[in-house]
């Protein structure tokens, strides 16, 4: 019997939002515009929905693949020539949508063939699911797409399934062939998401890029901390969410109980694209929950 997650409504809900978010995103990355307030009003739209981020927005540039958001004193104006990386999620009671995509910031074209290659990949990854498939299948044909325009798929960034409030669950689905043994079942929610790259195709960590985690449940000892718990969860969050400065004092004090995410940088300094859709494996195979 497929096992399909509860409150399906709310996870087809969360990904048109988080979808309608992206669009968003990518449409005001403008020259001139500052990655904090674009960061703001993706999150603002996202709760105007009526869902919540379910990470913060990582607005990553150029040679940064993931992991970075603003914080809240960033200043960073976008320029011209830009690649920019838009990753967004949205939640409603831990029913997750993750979707991302890449614009070049001023159509200075100079990134096309980049941009049309991690396109191409996620929709190749997106048609190769199957209920039952190999997770091989998906990462083959992902692989494929992206040497048929000439790039290199980065190595070490893979899709996921999703669970309720679990962002990366057990399964990771690499965007090469050859790593994976594990099927996908029908029910399951998957994050598709091939990152692209002119560069060497592996990344290393780069500085924090101020997004945070809890990695279990704090407890009650501290009232400040566990309502700050009963916010994120084990979600990814950030500071710039939180307000209160008694909340944000609890926090820098209890960094043991955070995991803190560095910027992922590629290693040869190359160009990174990236798209991303949440999928649910169908009976006939992926229903796209994230489509514009
Ligand atoms: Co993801």
Redesign the pocket.
């Known amino acids: 019997m497929p096992r399909y997650p509860a409150r399906l409504d709310d996870w087809r809900r969360a990904g048109r939002i988080a979808g309608r978010a992206r669009e968003l995103g990518l449409r005001l990355a403008r020259p001139g515009t500052a990655r904090r307030e674009l960061a703001e009003q993706i999150e603002a739209f996202i709760r105007d929905q009526g869902a919540e981020p379910a990470f913060p927005t990582n607005l990553s540039r150029n040679w940064e693949a993931a992991h970075y958001t603003p914080s809240e004193t960033d200043t960073e104006l976008l320029v011209p020539g830009d690649l920019l990386k838009v ?1 967004v999620g949205a939640h409603i009671g831990g029913a997750i949508a ?1 979707t ?1 995509g890449t614009v070049e910031v001023g159509e200075t074209h100079r990134h096309d063939r980049l941009v049309k290659a991690v396109r191409d990949a996620v929709d190749a990854g997106i048609q190769a699911v199957r209920p039952g498939g190999s997770v091989d299948a998906v990462s083959r044909s992902i692989e494929r797409a992206i040497h048929a325009q000439g790039y290199k798929p980065v190595v070490d960034l893979t ?2 399934t999703i669970e309720s409030y679990v ?2 669950a057990g399964k990771s689905i690499p965007s090469v062939g050859g790593y994976s043994t594990a099927s996908l079942e029908e029910g399951e929610i998957v ?1 598709i ?1 091939p990152f692209v790259t002119n560069g060497e195709g592996h990344i290393e960590d780069g500085p924090f890029g101020n997004i945070v985690r809890f990695r279990a449940d704090p407890g009650n000892k501290d009232p400040v901390l566990a309502r700050a718990f009963a916010r994120f969860r084990t979600l990814p969050f950030t500071t710039r969410w939180v307000a209160d400065p008694e909340e944000k004092t609890a926090l820098k004090r209890a960094r043991r109980l955070l995991q803190t995410y560095p910027v992922f940088i590629e290693t040869g300094r190359g160009w990174v694209a990236q798209a ?1 859709h949440t999928v649910l494996v169908g009976p006939a195979g992926a229903e796209v929950l994230t489509a514009a």
């Open positions: 990753d993750d991302a899709g996921h962002l990366h994050a998401e991303e």
